[in-house]
Nanobody, 126 residues
Framework: QVQLVESGGGSVQAGGSLRLSCAAS????????MAWFRQAPGKEREGVAA????????SYADSVKGRFTISLDNAKNTLYLQMNSLKPEDTAVYYC???????????????????WGQGTQVTVSS
């Protein structure tokens, strides 16, 4: 049974940093693509960052480029999202997602992923 478990969320002031982690069990990050999504109150879930094991690169939403970094530790089977220069508009529940064989039309879209974590809350105060 695949489980993705996020951690690292919390409350921080604007300009601060947080690092989210997503530990996988029953699933290996050694192949396929992984991503972080977020959902703010009253808004649809949106893709934040994505990475594939065989592409060598990452994709980011325009709103987080230059501030967020997605990375993968294969030895720990853990996905990370380093978030710097946080803004109040980054407040949301953050989810990790993964799939061994995504279609790859747009890795920041939900339909690319079959496995999801339960989410972790990030709150940024001004």
């Amino acid at each position: 049974q695949v489980q993705l478990v996020e951690s690292g969320g919390g409350s921080v002031q604007a300009g601060g940093s947080l690092r989210l982690s997503c530990a996988a069990s029953g699933y290996t990050y050694k192949s396929g693509c992984m991503a972080w999504f977020r959902q703010a109150p009253g808004k649809e879930r949106e893709g934040v960052a994505a990475i594939c094991t065989n592409s060598g690169g990452a994709s980011y939403a325009d709103s987080v480029k230059g501030r967020f970094t997605i990375s993968l530790d294969n030895a720990k089977n853990t996905l990370y999202l380093q978030m710097n220069s946080l803004k109040p508009e980054d407040t949301a529940v953050y989810y990790c997602a993964a799939d061994h064989s995504p279609v790859r039309f747009d890795l920041l879209q939900e339909y690319e992923y079959n496995y999801w974590g339960q989410g972790t809350q990030v709150t940024v105060s001004s």
